[in-house]
């Protein structure tokens, strides 16, 4: 069992940062690949980011939606337990409840793929 919890989110005006956190709890974190995913009001749950389980301390293969790629990037210490999301940039339509998903095994990763998922944290974007 993995229990996961974001934070991080709030308000921020348009051009602006966040850095999300994705605090992991249970056992072998670190072999799960670990997901960003987010949820517009009114629109489906989507992919926006992705690093996986490589076997190594330092090395994590990542993978982004292309509207948020070379704005967004993902991270994971695995001494913490953690997995990050620096979004930078952001824009009115980043506005969105993210969420934090692990699965032991789906590569690329899908919705329907994931193990496990936090709560969510929001995030609102202002013009």
């Known amino acids: 069992q993995v229990q996961l919890v974001e934070s991080g989110g709030g308000l921020v005006q348009a051009g602006g940062s966040l850095r999300l956190s994705c605090a992991a709890s249970?056992?072998?974190?670190?072999?799960?690949?670990m997901g960003w995913f987010r949820q517009a009001p009114g629109k489906e749950r989507v992919f926006v980011a992705a690093?996986?389980?490589?076997?190594?301390?330092?090395?994590?293969?990542?993978y982004y939606t292309d509207s948020v790629q070379g704005r967004f990037t993902v991270s994971r210490s695995i001494a913490k337990n953690t997995v990050y999301l620096q979004m930078n940039s952001l824009k009115p339509e980043d506005t969105a409840v993210y969420y934090c998903?692990?699965?032991?095994?789906?590569?690329?990763?899908?919705?329907?793929?994931?193990?496990?998922w936090g709560k969510g944290t929001l995030v609102t974007v202002s013009s």
């Open positions: 998903a692990a699965s032991i095994s789906s590569w690329p990763l899908s919705i329907d793929g994931m193990d496990y």
């Open positions: 690093i996986r389980w490589s076997g190594s301390d330092t090395y994590f293969p990542t």
């Open positions: 249970g056992r072998a974190f670190s072999n799960y690949n």
